[in-house]
């Protein structure tokens, strides 16, 4: 069964980039047709779908936060890598990584609430806080 951890600093600066790791175990990321998402609940508020990787390395973004994600992966490593740029105090949320299979739903990467059921496998979460 797929494993997924998310790594990364629990505090970042405000104008600086969040950059977490999700590493991957019994599974690859390279295996047809996965994609490898990230994804954040902020305090108080649903699952939002920040971006994604597929097992070809092609990368997916939410309209809302393209200019500030970039997604990545080391394929030596079974690890893939968010980092968004320019954090306030907004970006302030538990994230998460996770796996699909095929496309992610269009509903999710047009801003619907994520739901659990949305993605097979799931990161256990890691809080980040932007502060200064």
């Known amino acids: 069964q797929v494993q997924l951890q998310e790594s990364g600093p629990g505090l970042v600066r405000p104008s600086q980039t969040l950059s977490l790791t999700c590493t991957v175990s019994g599974g690859s990321i390279t295996t047809t047709p996965s994609y490898w998402s990230w994804i954040r609940q902020p305090p108080g508020k649903g699952l939002r779908w920040i971006g994604a990787?597929?097992?070809?390395?092609?990368?997916n973004y939410s309209p809302s936060l393209k200019s500030r994600t970039s997604i990545s992966r080391d394929t030596s490593k079974n690890q893939f890598t968010l980092q968004l740029t320019s954090v306030t105090p907004e970006d302030t949320a538990v994230y998460y990584c996770a796996r699909g299979w095929g496309l992610p739903p269009v509903a999710v990467v047009a801003g619907r609430a994520v739901g659990r059921a949305d993605f097979g496998s799931w990161g256990q979460g890691i809080q980040v806080t932007v502060s200064s």
């Open positions: 990787i597929s097992y070809t390395g092609s990368t």
